[in-house]
């Protein structure tokens, strides 16, 4: 069993920055996939960004150029930097974690909210 314990949520202004975390515990192999995903009031979960153990990224086409994910695979954290924070980047931000057997495993969420 794996867990997920994010932080780093909060309150920010347009044009503001955030910086999440995710830490994951329990029974990880050195292979995985780590992520984070949003989800918008009424909308669909959606994809924001991942990360393999071995450092190749993916980003929504709306993130790029101002979020970036890292990850220090010592710790078994996953970071996101989120900088140029835009209204439209309200979200509950939920970590996720897909093992060498493809499950995934999800963290309790964290709210971003960009505002003025």
């Known amino acids: 069993q794996v867990q997920l314990v994010e932080s780093g949520g909060g309150l920010v202004q347009p044009g503001g920055s955030l910086r999440l975390s995710c830490a994951a515990s329990?029974?990880?192999?050195?292979?995985?996939?780590m992520g984070w995903y949003r989800q918008a009031p009424g909308k669909q979960r959606e994809l924001v960004a991942t990360i393999t153990s071995r450092g190749g990224a993916n980003y929504v086409d709306s993130v790029k150029g101002r979020f970036t994910i890292s990850r220090d695979s010592a710790k078994n954290t996953v970071y996101l930097q989120m900088n140029s924070l835009k209204p439209e980047d309200t979200a509950v931000y939920y970590c996720?974690?897909?093992?060498?057997?493809?499950?995934?495993?999800w963290g309790q969420g964290t709210q971003v909210t960009v505002s003025s």
């Open positions: 996720n974690l897909n093992d060498w057997l493809h499950r995934d495993y």
């Open positions: 329990g029974s990880i192999r050195s292979y995985n996939v």
